[in-house]
């Protein structure tokens, strides 16, 4: 990696393309906040039937898609690769192969148009799509991250630049949804199904725990809370207690916002900062945003969070992101890997970081 000169003033179009998981997705990005185009191949019905997302399956269709996505974003935005100053892409953390196929596509497309690559952390693009509908944010303020593969609470000191409070222990929160759902009955993706049903339960109908980890006080950890709904299922069975399936996903749901809004303003307060905002694929359950509208209005903190379809894995935030990267001077070289556990803070290329 190298870092140039900041940009100047003028306009700057990126073309940005994400395959960290099960979404195919590529979009153009003015100015970190102009949304030219923004295209999204889901492979969510091909992963149902599996009840989960399968790795192999997952690349497999990244190479089937790629280029028809980065097509019709092109297209759409009504650019061509030489209107863009750069290409960006998601290089982790996620699914290796995935990774690879939009790593290797964007390589490709910096090779052969001369364009700069920049390299995004999927957590970065997720915290950016906050600046996308938000036009006036910018940092510092605290970040609550939740989604399939990840649960942070992060200070955005500057653009780039953050502070990891606390992270999950275990499984992350939309893991837990996911889990919760498929022992419930509600399958895959589990996430918007129980918001969905919860809305016919009583969140109050049974008291789940709400996990705290002793010695550090951000941290989540969401499995103890997983095994309790088990629990739960395990011991009505065994009774004969017929299982109100609206009621069982109300209250665990109540029991994943409860503590993600005690340690959110826990932070926000702690930070002195005013300004708190939410993203990742959990931020757009419905009970979590109402709850966060509530105790931001009552405290005077200004709340921010992307529409659901900037929570959920697309290409615009990867663009977002990009966009500041650029500003920052940062420039990705042709050896830029795949790298799936990488760490959000982190530069690239170091040691550990090259897939063996
Ligand atoms: O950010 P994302 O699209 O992918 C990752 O980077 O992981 O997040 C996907 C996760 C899944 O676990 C899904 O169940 C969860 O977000 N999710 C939700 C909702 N919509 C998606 N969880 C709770 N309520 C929702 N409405
Ligand atoms: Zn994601």
Same mark, same amino acid.
């Given at each position: 990696?190298?870092?140039?000169?900041?940009?100047?003033?003028?306009?700057?179009?990126?073309?940005?393309?994400?395959?960290?998981?099960?979404?195919?997705?590529?979009?153009?990005?003015?100015?970190?906040?102009?949304?030219?185009?923004?295209?999204?191949?889901?492979?969510?019905?091909?992963?149902?039937?599996?009840?989960?997302?399968?790795?192999?399956?997952?690349?497999?269709?990244?190479?089937?898609?790629?280029?028809?996505?980065?097509?019709?974003?092109?297209?759409?935005? #009504?650019?061509?690769?030489?209107?863009? !100053?750069? *290409? =960006?892409?998601?290089? %982790?953390? $996620?699914?290796? /192969?995935?990774?690879?196929?939009?790593?290797?596509?964007?390589?490709?497309?910096?090779?052969?148009?001369?364009?700069?690559?920049?390299?995004?952390?999927?957590?970065?693009?997720?915290?950016?799509?906050?600046?996308?509908?938000?036009?006036?944010?910018?940092?510092?303020?605290?970040?609550?991250?939740?989604?399939?593969?990840?649960?942070?609470?992060?200070?955005?000191?500057?653009?780039?630049?953050?502070?990891?409070?606390?992270?999950?222990?275990? #499984?992350?929160?939309?893991?837990?949804? !996911?889990? *919760? =759902?498929?022992?419930? %009955?509600? $399958?895959?993706? /589990?996430?918007?199904?129980?918001?969905?049903?919860?809305?016919?339960?009583?969140?109050?109908?049974?008291?789940?725990?709400?996990?705290?980890?002793?010695?550090?006080?951000?941290?989540?950890?969401?499995?103890?809370?997983?095994?309790?709904?088990?629990?739960?299922?395990?011991?009505?069975?065994?009774?004969?207690?017929?299982?109100?399936?609206?009621?069982?996903?109300?209250?665990?749901?109540?029991?994943?916002?409860?503590?993600?809004?005690?340690?959110?303003?826990?932070?926000?307060?702690?930070?002195?900062?005013?300004?708190?905002?939410?993203? $990742?694929?959990?931020?757009?359950?419905?009970?979590?945003?109402?709850?966060?509208?509530?105790?931001?209005?009552?405290?005077?903190?200004?709340f921010y969070h992307p529409s659901p379809v900037m929570c959920t894995d697309n290409a615009a935030m990867i663009g977002a992101a990009a966009y500041y990267e650029y500003r920052n001077g940062?420039?990705?070289?042709?050896?830029?890997?795949?790298?799936?556990?990488?760490?959000?803070?982190?530069?690239?290329?170091?040691?550990?970081?090259?897939?063996?």
């Open positions: 990696m190298q870092r140039q000169g900041a940009g100047g003033a003028e306009d700057v179009t990126i073309l940005a393309i994400e395959s960290s998981c099960d979404e195919t997705a590529a979009a153009v990005v003015r100015n970190g906040r102009e949304v030219l185009s923004n295209i999204i191949a889901s492979q969510i019905d091909l992963h149902t039937i599996y009840g989960g997302v399968v790795p192999e399956i997952a690349s497999r269709k990244h190479i089937e898609k790629i280029d028809q996505v980065i097509a019709e974003a092109l297209r759409a935005a #009504d650019k061509t690769l030489r209107d863009m !100053d750069a *290409v =960006a892409v998601t290089y %982790g953390p $996620g699914l290796v /192969g995935a990774l690879l196929v939009g790593v290797s596509a964007a390589k490709a497309i910096s090779f052969a148009s001369g364009i700069p690559l920049i390299g995004v952390h999927h957590i970065e693009g997720h915290i950016s799509a906050n600046y996308i509908e938000n036009k006036e944010l910018e940092p510092p303020f605290v970040c609550l991250v939740v989604s399939g593969g990840h649960s942070h609470l992060v200070i955005v000191r500057d653009y780039g630049e953050y502070e990891i409070l606390g992270r999950t222990r275990d #499984d992350a929160a939309g893991e837990a949804f !996911d889990k *919760v =759902a498929r022992a419930i %009955g509600l $399958g895959y993706p /589990g996430g918007p199904k129980i918001d969905k049903v919860s809305r016919e339960g009583d969140p109050e109908a049974i008291k789940f725990p709400r996990a705290k980890v002793a010695d550090a006080v951000y941290d989540f950890s969401f499995s103890g809370l997983k095994s309790a709904v088990l629990n739960y299922l395990n011991s009505c069975e065994m009774k004969g207690i017929p299982v109100c399936q609206a009621d069982v996903a109300a209250s665990f749901q109540k029991a994943v916002v409860d503590v993600l809004v005690e340690h959110s303003m826990m932070a926000v307060e702690n930070s002195g900062l005013r300004k708190f905002a939410i993203a $990742g694929g959990v931020a757009s359950n419905s009970a979590l945003r109402k709850a966060f509208e509530g105790v931001c209005a009552q405290r005077g903190i200004t940062v420039r990705h070289d042709y050896d830029l890997n795949a790298v799936p556990n990488l760490k959000l803070g982190e530069e690239y290329p170091k040691e550990g970081h090259f897939l063996q």
